[in-house]
């Protein structure tokens, strides 16, 4: 585990962990407060994330952005990640061996942070974070605490742009996030 930003990231440029690095343009290593209390995680990068460098900047973040802005979360207060940090050819989901091999990076980036709350953005995000017997439709808006985080799986925002009914769900969600972090900081 690296202690500082710089020597983490440092480490992660010329990564070769898994065959991901092979295809990739950039590496989306994550962006926002590097000292938030509320992190946000997703799948991996998609073709726009890939070609800019950042997390959720294609049609699922704009998405993204505008549920922030309903719920007044603001994209630069809050942390977000991937589980991988290369784009899996063609917006498949990473395969267990890309996961493993990425999420040491992902675990160094949660100590570094020190989020109160983890938002984790669908099913991969789900499996890959708190284990493969959780599922997102059964967790989703269920808090789920562990080791002193508070986790809250939500649909991936690419999902809402597939069912237009899981915008609700999604905003409620960010709501009850909302709601957790102000209650922690009040106590
Ligand atoms: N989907 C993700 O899971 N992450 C991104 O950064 C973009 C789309």
């Given at each position: 585990m690296y202690k500082t930003w710089e020597d983490l990231e440092k480490s992660i440029i010329n990564c070769q962990k898994c065959k991901l690095c092979k295809q990739r343009q950039n590496i989306v290593f994550g962006t926002g407060n590097k000292e938030a209390d509320i992190m946000f995680i997703g799948e991996g990068p998609g073709a726009d994330e890939d070609r800019l460098g950042e997390p959720f900047v294609g049609r699922a973040g704009k998405l993204m952005n505008m549920?922030?802005?309903?719920?007044?979360?603001?994209?630069?207060e809050v942390y977000i990640a991937n589980v991988v940090k290369c784009r899996p050819?063609?917006?498949r989901n990473?395969?267990?061996d890309e996961a493993n091999s990425c999420l040491d990076y992902l675990r160094n980036q949660v100590i570094l942070v020190k989020p109160k709350i983890i938002v984790l953005l669908g099913s991969v995000a789900l499996k890959n974070i708190l284990g493969k017997e959780y599922g997102i439709t059964a967790s989703r808006?269920?808090?789920i605490e562990k080791k002193g985080i508070i986790y809250i799986p939500t649909w991936?925002?690419?999902?809402?742009?597939?069912d237009e009914n899981k915008k609700v769900d999604f905003i409620r969600d960010l709501q009850k996030v909302l709601n957790e972090y102000k209650m922690l900081r009040d106590k």
């Open positions: 549920a922030f802005d309903v719920v007044g979360i603001k994209r630069e050819p063609g917006n990473p395969e267990d808006g269920k808090i991936h925002p690419a999902a809402l742009l597939r």
